[in-house]
């Protein structure tokens, strides 16, 4: 058959064009067709045999960056693709390929800790990439900001907040939002001495106004605190002594148990309820 | 007597160079090669003869003219099997054995295996191959190359044969084998089409020839319609006479020892030299007439343009 | 039958290229490494072993099909052997046809030969031969099919350097194409838009032939895909040639 078929005149042109554009159809609607049938995708998973390391960077031949970028790039493709159940598995062993690879690139260190936190629901995981962001660039205070903010946002771990507050206030150009939170944060922990000192550190050395009152609201509820919990230690101890409560809190003065009456950040006197032994400041700080 | 190959007004050139300029090659060749002749095609180097060739077998495609083998298209089929083809400077694939090589071709014009192997051992005993039918094509020299590359061009036992340039690069014993073997072919009926420099061969055995020059046919006929019979001069080489004696009949060229070359330029000199050497008893050792010969047409045409 | 011939002699021809051996060399190194490797994970060792084997034999099948299939028709160009055979009565396009297919047998060998190791490999590994590895084997030789096409149609115009470049851009392209298609989701409609998702459609998607991981990981996928797979790979293939056999027709060999 392909003798005779053959044995004629050579395949004139015309055929073999009108035959190039069918066979271009027909490949064109089968990858359509392809692409619409739903498939299991584990794409990209032969990546995680990628191993982390000094030496990867050498032997991307200097195209380290190019290569972070597309890694990158790919992740957040990856990671968009709520089809894939375990894609989380390997979330900071990907990261840390990214930033072995351009430690200097900053969005992946931030991305990959909010899906790390938002959707993997892994603090830990976001908080050694920021850990690993911050360690490539010291001089970036945005990662410890972020993640002292996680920790607090998440597992209200205050003593971890503090902790990446004050490293990022140690950074130049720190915003003086992180003073604030940091301050915040030792209040939180209930470090009232760091925290009277940071927000009078900012009353006295800030000029916008708005600002200046938020401080002194802060430390209003500070000392009110500081002055409670002296207050209440003395209570007890008239307590121990006396058996009940005292009926003012100026008797603690006369007993000496107080050396003198705390007065509020505004020079008022404590509320006190000699019934429950409760002492509160007059004022709730905000509606000063 | 059927016509076998006919090229009628053929034109062709090339684009070259990196801003394509065209240049013409062929300029409207036409001339036709009848059965059972040896046709010769001569040319000075670039004058368009393995062009020709090549828009004969169709591995070039000219924008102008017509081809016919044995009256059919050129690029047909049938025209196809007809023709066996010696290119220049032949280049095979050296892993193969002489036999496997021949076999492949074989295989293209789909001969039976008994056939096929009748064939290559005729064919391998025709061009003195037989001895080393199992060797590597690689192992070859030049001349047994170009005696494979023969028995390629006839494995499909051709009625037209092409040889391009087949005698440059053999030797005078390799030359006249191939020599005989062409006159054998036209005593097969065949016709050969020969593009050849060496214009010795071609005068020996070439009934008609054509020169090409920058394209173009300038000269075509048999060689005697072309060649003149006029006698140039007259080259005798006598002994026993003296160089005086001889004196005005003719230019002494050369005297080794007793012989002398003597050149007589007219017919009553000559005849008188042959009288007085049978006058003296003198010997004549040899009296060429030289007439003029291809090249000499060759090289005057050639200089002319 | 013209066509078997000439197959029958590219093969006989490529088989003796070194450049193969040295190839197969390394995949075969790279598979077995792949042992050493597997041997610092903790967990399904085997995994590691099918991953790299599989890699292995794609992307040194596809370094075979470029390297050899771009010098294919080149060879016979630059020597001046294509004068004689096609002096002969072939077809230009049997001439074609052979030695894509002869180049398309050599691959064979060489990709079962490699398999043979990989599946050896597993064997001695799990005690049992994976049956599962030749779907994925046989999608990654429909791939080398398709690139060694494309290999020939560039060998018919380019010299083998360039060619290899344009292969190998190629292969880069059909690999990346999941990069482009999130270019489109990206692009507002329009005319730009149109074009890009014609672009996509007509651009090579070589990942259409990549089971690795579904393979390796057991995963079930619908017969369908399979189906299709296969006619896109077999139908890009059958442009490419008739491309590739348009660019050879009316070529003048000087």
């Known amino acids: 058959m392909k003798k005779s078929l053959l044995r004629g005149k050579s395949f004139s042109p015309l055929f073999l064009v009108f035959f190039l554009f069918l066979s271009c159809g027909v490949f064109m609607g089968l990858k359509l067709r392809i692409e619409q049938i739903p498939r299991k995708k584990v794409p990209g998973s032969s990546i995680i045999y990628i191993p982390t390391g000094k030496f990867l960077k050498f032997a991307t031949f200097g195209y380290s960056s190019f290569f972070a970028d597309l890694i990158y790039l790919w992740a957040i493709q990856y990671y968009s693709d709520y089809s894939i159940p375990d894609r989380f598995h390997y979330l900071d062993h990907i990261f840390s390929i990214i930033s072995e690879l351009d430690p200097h690139y900053v969005d992946p260190y931030e991305i990959g800790s909010l899906i790390a936190v938002y959707e993997a629901r892994d603090l830990n995981s976001a908080l050694k990439i920021l850990d690993r962001g911050l360690e490539k660039n010291p001089d970036q205070w945005l990662f410890p900001l972020e993640a002292g903010h996680l920790a607090q946002i998440f597992t209200k771990d205050y003593n971890l907040a503090k902790d990446y507050y004050r490293k990022a206030m140690g950074i130049k150009g720190a915003p003086d939002l992180t003073k604030r939170l940091y301050a915040n944060a030792a209040f939180r922990t209930m470090d009232f001495k760091t925290s009277w000192e940071t927000w009078l550190e900012i009353y006295t050395t800030v000029n916008d106004e708005r600002i200046k009152k938020i401080a002194s609201n802060h430390l209003y509820q500070v000392k009110a605190a500081i002055d409670v919990l002296v207050i209440k230690e003395a209570i007890g101890k008239f307590r121990a002594k006396f058996r009940r409560n005292p009926s003012e809190l100026s008797q603690l003065v006369k007993a000496g148990y107080l050396a003198s009456l705390p007065k509020d950040f505004d020079g008022q006197d404590y509320l006190y309820d000699p019934l429950t032994g409760e002492v509160k400041p007059t004022t709730i700080p905000w509606k000063r | 007597m059927a016509t076998a190959l006919r090229i009628e007004d053929l034109h062709k050139s090339f684009k070259i160079g990196f801003i394509p300029k065209k240049k013409e090659i062929l300029k409207g060749i036409s001339f036709s090669i009848q059965e059972g002749e040896i046709f010769g095609y001569l040319g000075p180097n670039g004058a368009g003869k393995t062009t020709t060739l090549k828009c004969v077998l169709g591995l070039i495609f000219p924008e102008r003219g017509k081809i016919e083998i044995f009256d059919q298209p050129h690029l047909s089929l049938q025209a196809k099997e007809q023709v066996g083809f010696l290119p220049e400077n032949p280049y095979f694939y050296d892993y193969l054995t002489a036999w496997e090589f021949l076999g492949f071709y074989g295989q293209l014009f789909l001969l039976k295996k008994k056939e096929k192997e009748e064939k290559i051992n005729y064919l391998l005993e025709l061009v003195g191959l037989k001895k080393d039918a199992n060797l590597q094509l690689r192992k070859f020299s030049r001349g047994m190359l170009q005696r494979v590359g023969l028995a390629q061009a006839l494995i499909n036992d051709p009625q037209l044969v092409l040889l391009d340039e087949p005698l440059g690069g053999l030797d005078p014993l390799g030359r006249k084998e191939l020599r005989d073997v062409i006159v054998r072919l036209k005593g097969e009926g065949k016709t050969v089409f020969l593009c050849s420099h060496i214009l010795q061969d071609i005068e020996m055995i070439c009934d008609r020839v054509a020169i090409i020059v920058n394209g173009q046919i300038i000269n075509q006929g048999t060689l005697q319609d072309l060649v003149q019979e006029k006698i140039f001069f007259t080259e005798v080489i006598i002994s026993g006479l003296d160089e005086k004696e001889l004196e005005g009949l003719g230019e002494c060229s050369s005297v080794h020892g007793e012989r002398i070359l003597l050149k007589v330029f007219e017919e009553e000199a000559l005849e008188r030299v042959l009288s007085l050497v049978q006058a003296q008893k003198a010997k004549i050792h040899s009296l060429i007439p030289r007439t003029e010969t291809l090249e000499d047409l060759f090289v005057e045409i050639v200089k002319e343009k | ?254």
């Open chain 3, 1 to 254: 039958m013209k066509i078997r011939a000439i197959a029958l002699n590219t093969f006989k021809e490529a088989i003796r290229d070194r450049i193969l051996y040295l190839l197969l060399f390394f995949a075969a190194l790279s598979i077995i490494l792949s042992r050493a490797l597997a041997l610092l994970t903790v967990g399904d060792r085997v995994k590691i072993i099918k991953d790299v084997g599989l890699a292995s034999l794609s992307l040194f099948g596809a370094l075979m099909a470029i390297l050899i299939g771009t010098s294919l028709v080149y060879k016979e160009i630059d020597k001046k052997t294509i004068f004689t055979l096609l002096s002969k009565p072939v077809h230009r396009l049997e001439f074609l046809l052979g030695k894509f297919f002869g180049l398309v047998f050599t691959l064979l060998v060489m990709l079962s030969l490699m398999s043979l190791i990989f599946l050896a490999l597993i064997f001695f590994h799990t005690f049992k031969i994976e049956w599962k590895m030749l779907i994925a084997i046989f999608f990654i030789f429909l791939e080398l099919v398709l690139i060694t096409s494309v290999a020939t149609l560039f060998s018919c115009f380019s010299t083998p350097i360039l060619s290899s470049i344009f292969s190998l851009s190629f292969y880069l392209i059909g690999h990346l194409s999941w990069g482009l298609e999130t270019l489109i989701r990206k692009i507002q409609s329009g005319i730009v838009k149109a074009f890009v998702q014609i672009l996509y459609l007509f651009l090579p998607d070589l990942e259409n032939f990549n089971f690795k991981t579904e393979v390796v990981h057991g995963l079930q996928v619908p017969t369908k895909i399979y189906l299709f797979s296969t006619l896109y790979g077999i139908v890009y293939t059958l442009f490419i040639l008739t491309l590739a056999i348009l660019v050879f027709r009316r070529r003048d060999f000087i």
